[in-house]
């Protein structure tokens, strides 16, 4: 069954900063990309930043400059590190999986997520 486990969130104050993992099965780390996204309370979930099977790397506008996404092959898990958290980061960070063929791209099976608290 494939797995997805988030872990490393918290409550940080504005500035701070935080990095989180997702283990994965091995089958979902062969995908064609892994994402991790946000949901912020009362908001729908948004995709945060991207890194391809191939390594390429691409970043929500908001987040860009301070967040970086990045991946372990041997340990089948990715991360985000994040940098000068701000409040507008609040939100439940999941990851997932993209697959793509000829007819588009789909996610995976979302995990349980980790919580980030940004708050003075």
């Known amino acids: 069954q494939v797995q997805l486990v988030e872990s490393g969130g918290g409550l940080v104050q504005p500035g701070g900063s935080l990095s989180l993992s997702c283990a994965t099965s091995?089958?979902?780390?062969?995908?064609?990309?892994l994402g991790w996204y946000r949901q912020a309370p009362g908001k729908e979930r948004e995709l945060v930043a991207l890194?391809?099977?191939?390594?390429?790397?691409n970043y929500a506008h908001s987040v860009e400059g301070r967040f970086t996404i990045s991946k372990d092959n041997a340990k089948s898990t990715v991360y985000l590190q994040m940098s000068n958290l701000k409040p507008d980061d609040t939100g439940v960070y999941y990851c997932?999986?993209?697959?793509?063929?000829?007819?588009?791209?789909?996610?995976?099976?979302w995990g349980q997520g980790t919580q980030v608290t940004v708050s003075s």
């Open positions: 997932n999986a993209e697959y793509c063929s000829d007819y588009g791209c789909s996610l995976g099976s």
């Open positions: 091995g089958s979902i780390f062969r995908a064609d990309a």
């Open positions: 890194i391809t099977k191939g390594g390429n790397t």
